[in-house]
């Protein structure tokens, strides 16, 4: 008897000790979502930059899981984000979620009553799903498979970004490459398009040529900051993105987890077509681009 009142004793303060001083969170809250973890990722990191400077986010090795601070006025509040890939388009979401300075309070409180901390903590963590929900309905994305890419001579003006500021690079480039070529005589060939040569998907940072294709001659005038290639067909995994090219990138992460999900190897380095003039506004649901990922060989 006493032996297994010992061993009771023991076992409740093992769980104890665990639960008040090693178990790494507060409070944990999961969430389903009918998203893709590299959409998941973006919005995060975007609606983070939202929150007024009281927030700040760093990815973790891998677009799965990143790590937030929230300052609220009375306390700090530190999430642990951990994406998981459920089908070809949702998700699951759990957050670890701790009180930086009243850890301890919180986790004496949380099994006795619903407190302010575990309410802020789902407010939060709501709102993010809400305003990942609208960006979710601001976009479509149709999956096509392989396809082999043309090659084309093309004028192009050489960018490096973060990645949400490719639509804006673009259109302070976008007189340069299109009054300007039109004005030396310089004849298109198709739509305006990006070839992507380096993509840092740990830090959101992008270079890429900006370019329209072009009929080459022998003749071509040379202009600051434009310059002539051939861009090498190949051939590549295909997607067609609908919405703002603010956000086209999306279509990237698709085509990285189709690949995955394939076993089919491929370049980061994403190809983009755009079909419609953003200036000329519309529903944007109704702009098309088609995103190309290149196959290795």
């Given amino acids: 008897m006493k032996k297994g009142i010992l061993a009771l004793a023991i076992i409740i303060t093992v769980g104890l000790t665990w639960y008040l001083f090693i178990k790494p969170q507060d409070y944990i809250i999961n969430a ?11 919005t995060l990191k975007l609606w983070n930059g939202t929150l007024a400077g009281q927030a700040s986010i760093t990815q973790d090795n891998d677009l799965d899981h990143l ?29 670890d979620v701790t009180d930086v300075d009243h850890s301890l309070m919180n986790k004496l409180q949380i099994p006795f009553s619903d407190t302010d901390f575990e309410k802020r903590s789902r407010k939060t963590v709501r709102d993010f799903l809400e ?12 999956l096509v498979g392989e396809e082999e890419l043309a090659t084309t001579y093309c004028a192009c003006v050489a960018v490096q970004s973060k990645q949400f500021e490719k639509a804006s690079k673009m259109m302070e480039n976008f007189p ?39 009929i080459e001659n022998d003749s071509l005038p040379v202009i600051r900051n434009i310059n002539y290639k051939t861009f090498v067909g190949r051939k590549a995994l295909k997607a067609v993105y609908n ?6 990138d999306r279509a990237w992460y698709a085509l990285l987890d189709y690949a995955e999900k394939n076993g089919l190897e491929v370049a980061q380095t994403p190809i983009e077509f755009f079909f419609n003039n ?16 290149p196959l290795k060989n």
């Fill in 176 to 214: 340069l490459l299109n009054s300007v070529l039109a004005q030396n005589g310089i004849v298109l060939n198709g739509v305006p398009m990006i070839e992507v040569t380096d993509w840092n998907i740990e830090k959101d940072s992008i270079a890429f040529n900006f370019c329209y294709p072009i």
């Fill in 243 to 248: 919405g703002n090219y603010i956000t086209s």
């Fill in 131 to 142: 305003k990942l929900k609208e960006h979710e309905e601001s976009f479509n994305i149709t």
């Fill in 67 to 95: 790590s937030q601070r929230i300052t609220f006025a009375d306390s700090t509040h530190h999430y642990e984000w951990y994406i998981k890939p459920d089908t070809d388009s949702t998700a699951s979401i759990t957050v």
């Fill in 32 to 42: 389903k979502t009918t998203s893709r973890p590299g959409v998941i990722n973006q």
């Fill in 278 to 293: 953003p200036n000329m506004g519309g529903d944007e649901l109704r702009w098309k681009a088609e995103i190309f990922m």
